[in-house]
T-cell receptor, first 115, second 112 residues
Framework: NAGVTQTPKFQVLKTGQSMTLQCAQD?????MSWYRQDPGMGLRLIHYSVGAGITDQGEVPNGYNVSRSTTEDFPLRLLSAAPSQTSVYFC??????????????FGEGSRLTVL | AQSVTQPDIHITVSEGASLELRCNYS??????LFWYVQSPGQGLQLLLKYFSGDTLVQGIKGFEAEFKRSQSSFNLRKPSVHWSDAAEYFC??????????FGQGTTLQVKP
């Protein structure tokens, strides 16, 4: 009954450091995505994937990389962290039609602070 | 471009009072509309959705929402609010590219 699991829940980085936020889902969802949540701005889509080996950019992709080697996992990489990337990050997954229906299941979030 | 506006950033209601959270959208075709709720420290949970058909949709936790095409609105309502309803509420629309676009969110505070 795990659903969508994100790790770590909290992370502090220094400017220029790299890290990977992990996301795993056990619901066999084809669609996975990453959002960032900032005060007053709602959730903004960073990257998404409609299946293993397929990824695409969302609204705010700059500074982030993703890959989808398996159906279950969708890691988000920050290659050179910047203070502007301080945010709460959410991974979400859904069925194949999720791109058109919007029924997503969310992880609990990863709070990232870049100093 | 598709967009969602939630005019109220913060709303406070007394426990037992009725609630209405506003949502306006901009979308060229028939939209898929959603309300999600986020409890403190948690991810988002789907409350209800509208795809087509009956414009009044029922969701979980006693919430309902009404789609009004003429007003481009999809307001969320609850007849009697409970203290456990305190959370942040997000309205969202699926764009023509399939991506889910969120509003800025409305924080609900419930007074005892």
């Amino acid at each position: 009954n795990a659903g969508v699991t994100q790790t770590p829940k909290f992370q502090v980085l220094k400017t220029g450091q790299s890290m990977t936020l992990q996301c795993a889902q056990d619901m066999n969802h084809e669609y996975m995505s990453w959002y960032r949540q900032d005060p007053g701005m709602g959730l903004r889509l960073i990257h998404y994937s409609v299946g293993a080996g397929i990824t695409d950019q969302g609204e705010v992709p700059n500074g982030y990389n993703v890959s989808r080697s398996t159906t279950e996992d969708f890691p988000l990489r920050l290659l050179s962290a910047a203070p502007s990337q301080t945010s709460v990050y959410f991974c979400a997954s859904g069925l194949a039609g999720a791109m058109g229906t919007g029924e997503l299941f969310f992880g609990e979030g990863s709070r990232l602070t870049v100093l | 471009a598709q967009s969602v506006t939630q005019p109220d950033i913060h709303i406070t209601v007394s426990e037992g009072a009725s609630l209405e959270l506003r949502c306006n959208y901009s979308y060229g075709a028939t939209p898929y509309l959603f309300w999600y709720v986020q409890s403190p420290g948690q991810g988002l949970q789907l409350l209800l959705k509208y795809f087509s058909g009956d414009t009044l949709v029922q969701g979980i936790k006693g919430f309902e929402a009404e789609f009004k095409r003429s007003q481009s609105s999809f307001n969320l309502r609850k007849p009697s609010v409970h203290w456990s309803d305190a959370a942040e509420y997000f309205c969202a629309v699926s764009s023509n590219t399939g991506k889910l676009i969120f509003g800025q969110g409305t924080t609900l505070q419930v007074k005892p």
